[in-house]
């Protein structure tokens, strides 16, 4: 049962951006519409595991996914400059 209420929230989600798509590229930038689709279905269904929650994302959890899909993965590590030399690796820090 919980499949066919996630398909059918999942339907009327993607129906509401595809007919008001400005609001989706207000949402989500330049990123790839399909990709925050599936990021939105995977926390549907982590959702749908509890009891006591609904199956709508929270709003941070909309938030993490949007950063995540803006800024990207690689990017959200911080990486310590350096250079290589010949004795070995030196900290730009």
Do not use: A
């Not at 398909?7 to 925050?36: A, H």
């Not at 995540?68 to 959200?76: A, D, H, M, R, Y």
């Amino acid at each position: 049962m919980k499949n066919l209420d996630i398909d059918i929230y999942m339907t009327n989600f993607t129906g509401f951006f595809r007919k008001n798509p400005d609001q989706l590229k207000q949402l989500i930038g330049n990123s790839d519409p399909e990709v925050f689709y599936d990021g939105v279905r995977k926390i549907v269904e982590e959702n749908s595991k509890f009891e006591d929650r609904q199956l709508e994302p929270t709003r941070q959890q909309l938030l993490d996914l949007i950063v995540k899909l803006t800024i990207g993965e690689s990017k959200q590590t911080t990486e310590i400059p350096h250079m290589v030399h010949h004795m070995g690796l030196i900290c730009l820090n």
